[in-house]
């Protein structure tokens, strides 16, 4: 079964700061991998996707994220975290079966972002 | 144009109760997924739904059940509440069921079992 996982509950890094978020991910085969966000009581919003080429994918709000089979991970990263950046990330590995899909997330990330 | 709805956005039940949960695509889209977050948790996959029909589901016990109706909006029950079901539950909805199609989440409801 696919699982993902996230490593660091909490992470803080001062405004300016780059940043780099860690998501590693189980599944048998070529992964569908995604990163969201989630700001205090909103939905999730879509940051960036990968399901093959280029394994740096650029997102929204100055986000990347790069795609290393051999370490089964898909670390989020940007170069100058913002004020307004603060939420929780989570990553996610989608699965098609049968006649829907469905993500399957990690347990998030929750960023501070220190003035 | 009005992404994903959802209603009530918060609610309190007691153990043993009925529930339901309702909501509104992002107009022009067709499937529907429920997800549910418990605190500290990331959201965890319920069911999905397209053509009215539920198309996958997640490891969830039969209490959880759902529709969709034929304007694509969507309903998720959940019977005989346990306190364990108190969790953010969450929409999204999306243009078919490809997998790499783009999820609009809504911004869930708030479900507190008492």
């Known amino acids: 079964a696919q699982s993902v996982t996230q490593p660091d509950i909490h992470i803080t890094v001062s405004e300016g700061a780059s940043l780099e978020l860690r998501c590693n991910y189980s599944?048998?085969?070529?992964?569908?991998l995604f990163w969201y966000v989630q700001s205090p009581g909103q939905g999730l919003q879509l940051l960036l996707k990968y399901f093959s080429g280029d394994t740096l994918v650029q997102g929204i709000k100055g986000f990347e994220a790069e795609f290393k089979r051999s370490q089964s991970s898909f670390n989020l990263r940007k170069p100058s975290v913002h004020w307004s950046d603060a939420a929780e990330y989570f990553c996610?590995?989608?699965?098609?079966?049968?006649?829907?899909?469905?993500?399957?997330f990690g347990t998030g990330t929750q960023l501070k972002v220190e003035l | 144009d009005a992404g994903v709805t959802q209603s009530p956005t918060h609610l309190i039940k007691t153990r043993g109760q009925q529930v339901t949960l309702r909501c509104s695509p992002k107009?022009?889209?067709?499937?529907v997924s429920w997800y549910q977050q418990a605190l500290g948790q990331g959201p965890q996959f319920i069911f999905q739904y397209y053509e009215e029909e539920e198309r996958q589901r997640g490891n969830f016990p039969d209490r959880f059940s759902g529709h969709q109706f034929p304007n694509y909006s969507s309903e998720l029950n959940v019977n005989a509440l346990l306190l364990g079901d108190s969790a953010l539950y969450l929409c999204?909805?999306?243009?078919?069921?490809?997998?790499?199609?783009?999820?609009?989440f809504g911004s869930g409801t708030q479900l507190s079992v008492l």
């Open positions: 999204a909805s999306s243009l078919g069921t490809a997998v790499g199609e783009k999820l609009f």
């Open positions: 599944y048998g085969a070529t992964p569908y």
């Open positions: 107009s022009g889209h067709d499937t």
């Open positions: 996610a590995v989608g699965i098609l079966t049968g006649g829907g899909n469905k993500l399957t």
